[in-house]
């Protein structure tokens, strides 16, 4: 039962060099095999070529392990047996000797623990839809609240109430910024009426953002909202559409908590035929691109320093 760091990952921590985490339930809960190892694979190289050292992180048999090697990571989409493991499940896979996925939150906790700033994923948890009944508040939020690492991804899962998560973001004292854009990115579009704390346009910016908010000892995390690409953006007003459907579809089914989630996805890809999938992955690798971006600028800062 321990933290097992890839070599190159500790080296890289070690001297400076530019580390991004990435998650891995997309490995295990996120696609079917082999899709799902091979975008994986396709994020680590993204990363790789823009000049950062990717970090896919994992329970493994107990362990949790930073820097899956591709042997772990082809197992990790093949097990039937594998955990979702967020910040409340750590230690009981670890206890227990499991293989677990982790999600954004645990993926944090663990980036921090070994002094890694840069976490890219796709989107983030947020306050559900109909929160004011079910009390459906993501663990996203409240890790964004106190561990300080930054986010990169395409804003909140365009299934969630929006508007509601930026507020509860901004009572929990955490910055969103937008990379090159005002409105807020919604996963596979750009909401047209909500706005983001700040504008920011190079990753030069982000870097500096990130690294002054280490020297002041912050608590809280930053949230880098990278709209998807154009070309495979889905029109605003076409999606919701979609995701009301979806929602329908899944009261009718009596779907409820954990599950809601990636029954909405799995069920908005088939309404989309697969549109939305397709929007899904490319907006990771436009992430994976910027975080490595965000990650070199952090070490050249410090290095400068």
């Not at 004292?173 to 706005?195: E, Q």
């Amino acid at each position: 039962m321990k933290i097992r760091i890839s070599q190159e990952v500790a080296y890289a921590l070690a001297n400076n060099l530019p580390v991004v985490a990435l998650e891995s339930t997309i490995i295990s809960h996120g696609m079917p095999y082999p899709q799902n190892v091979e975008i994986a694979i396709k994020v680590e190289e993204i990363v790789r070529a823009n000049g950062a050292l990717p970090a896919t992180i994992a329970i493994i048999g107990g362990d949790v392990v930073v820097g899956l090697d591709e042997d772990e990571i082809e197992e990790l989409g093949q097990r039937k047996d594998v955990l979702k493991v967020s910040r409340r499940d750590l230690g009981y896979a670890m206890a227990t000797k499991k293989w677990g996925a982790t999600t954004v939150a645990a993926t944090m906790v663990i980036a921090a623990k070994v002094g890694i700033k840069v976490f890219v994923t796709g989107g983030v948890g947020g306050v559900h839809r109909g929160a004011s009944e079910s009390f459906d508040i993501s663990s996203d939020l409240d890790e964004l609240a106190r561990t300080n690492i930054a986010v990169v991804c395409a804003g909140p899962k365009a299934i969630l109430d929006i508007e509601k998560t930026l507020e509860y973001l901004e009572t929990k004292g955490v910055p969103v910024l937008g990379y090159k854009t005002d409105k807020m990115p919604v996963f596979y579009t750009t909401s047209p009426s909500l706005n983001v704390l700040y504008r920011v346009d190079t990753s030069s910016e982000i870097a500096s953002i990130i690294n002054a908010s280490h020297a002041l000892g912050l608590e809280s995390g930053i949230l880098v909202v990278n709209p998807i690409p154009k070309e495979e953006a889905m029109p605003y007003k076409d999606i919701e559409k979609v995701i009301d459907e979806a929602i329908d579809d899944m009261k009718k089914v009596g779907v409820k908590g954990k599950e809601e989630t990636p029954y909405l996805l799995s069920r908005i890809n088939e309404l989309t035929k697969g549109k939305s999938q397709i929007a899904n992955e490319a907006l990771i690798i436009n992430n994976a691109k910027l975080g490595a971006s965000i990650a070199k600028h952090i070490c050249r800062e410090l290095y400068e320093d």
